[in-house]
């Protein structure tokens, strides 16, 4: 495709425009540091791979006059200049490694294009007011060493670094003697007080985009979620001469209560409520069940959706008999993002004509850490057949152009506030 099929005429605005043609290349060109044999990549976090995208990265923005800074968790923060040093940075970005067999969209895009908009802000010669960061945030993807969003986290505060670095991976290599191996244990100290606002376009990695036929998806928050545990224990007896009304069967009531999680989040939409364990106690074919134990995964945009679909399955678990039993095991809080800065991606995908939609994320991202330290937001562009995670994983080359434009509106308008 030329340059001139994928560069999008803006339709109501006079800016430079980022170029999808450019940005494709440069798609294309990172897609080899770990290439996999089915046109995907396996980058894991703090590999040989991982190194080589991220020299490849550091050098392009070196190349552009950026101020590169590493820090002890190896991300990376590239800044382009503005005309006033003395305001804090506009920050773009996303994450450079991949999981296992994994596409060449998923976080890699959102850095790409903010190198894109570097690129064009050189070409252009424009100067924005405030500098502007471009930063890969390590081991966003959570394969190799658990937990996922670690950079984002420790820079935000949620992880320390001296425990990150201590986490080891499967060989029993630590974090820290990985990011030594790649050279990417930094010593800068970058404070989140540089930064001024967060933004990071994204695939979907879901369909709703794509099924809607819509350009662009205006991300107004990420999901929480809940996980719950439940036991229910009834009484094993012989399943020939054990009289149907004298049963004390677990599994049925367990079954109940998987019905109830379906009913649960359809009453609260756009809650979602899976049960994705179950093991019966003794799975025998000819024994009552005597004990069940259940795994739920239950997730909602709001704090008061979460509430309501706990209460309800509160009361499901009631139902179900005294013998069963429920316990949160852990839960992570629906992240909503900033108004102004949510404004400003839908204006901006407006103002250049594309359909835009506002969605929820579905899938966690570093952007939920960098929300609770500044006002953060995200752009999503489709995902064909809502593939993720996968080396099928495939986003259009115009689809990419109009996140890219769309990125570097939102910086424009940001840098006039
Ligand atoms: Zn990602």
Known sequence: MSAEALRTEPKRINTPVTNGDRLWNDIVATARFGAADKGGVTRLTLTEEDREVRDWFVAACRALGCTVEIDGIGNIFATYPGEDMSLP??????????????????????????????????????????????????????????????????????????????????DGVTVGAALDTIGYRGEARVAPAAFAAYVELHIEQGPLLEASATEIGVVTGIQGLRWFDITVTGTEAHAGSTPMAQRDDALVAAAEIVLAVRNIARENPPGVGTVGFVDVGPNSRNVVPGSVRLQIDMRHPSEAGLDQMEGALQEAVRKAGARAELKRIWSKAPVVFDPSIVDAVRNSAEALGYSATDVVSGAGHDAAHIATIMPTAMIFVPSKDGLSHNEAEYTAPEECARGAEVLFQTILELDRH
Do not use: C, Y
């Not at 658990?146 to 499967?170: E, I, K, W, Y």
């Open 89 to 170: 940075a506009i920050t773009v970005g996303s994450h450079l490694d991949t999981q296992p067999q994994g596409g060449r969209f998923d976080g890699i895009l959102g850095v790409l294009a903010g190198l894109e908009v570097l690129r064009t802000l050189k070409e252009t010669s424009t100067v924005l007011r405030h500098p502007l960061t471009v930063v890969n945030w390590t081991n966003e993807e959570g394969s190799r060493f658990s937990p996922a969003m670690m950079g984002s986290g420790v820079f935000a505060g949620a992880l320390s670094l001296d425990a990150a670095h201590a986490l080891t991976d499967r």
